[in-house]
């Protein structure tokens, strides 16, 4: 089995994202790693106060919704689990700067795969994490992601 013991686990916080957790935890549980969870923040704003207005006022929801994937990962793994969040950049580049900067050995992320025909087998931003990321790259698909 590769040699993967520092695991990145990055969300869009949609509905889907507890099953991406999920198939994380139950690899880093097996391999005895460590697992981060990273959400990046996605707002398109004039000025980088308001960005950092909107980013204050959806901040409660998006800290529940990580905080809860946290305490799921903790217990599949039965140890700590990092959270993130990144608030600069587009999804796929800071994911991949992140993985990049944290030396992790694996990026675990999902696609929704829901839009048009370039989408059909992977999401855009797993796509270009998929051929950016210094490291191999799972992603999750999920239900429905492939069905016309």
Do not use: N
């Amino acid at each position: 089995m590769p040699e993967w013991s520092k695991v990145c686990c990055a969300l869009d916080l949609s509905d889907s994202s507890g099953v991406i957790v999920g198939k994380a935890a139950s690899l880093v549980r097996r391999l005895q790693g460590a697992l981060t969870l990273l959400h990046v923040y996605e707002a398109h704003a004039p000025s980088p106060d308001l960005l950092l207005e909107r980013y204050e006022h959806a901040a409660p929801e998006i800290e529940q919704k990580l905080a809860a994937h946290q305490r799921e990962a903790e217990r599949v793994i039965g140890g700590p689990v990092r959270t993130v969040i990144l608030t600069e950049g587009p999804p796929a580049a800071a994911i991949v700067r992140f993985a990049r900067e944290g030396s992790f050995d694996l990026v675990v992320t999902g696609t929704h795969a829901d839009k048009g025909l370039a989408r059909v087998l992977l999401g855009s931003v797993a796509q270009r994490v998929v051929r950016e990321a210094p490291c191999p790259v799972m992603v999750v698909r999920q239900a429905g992601a492939l069905q016309g």
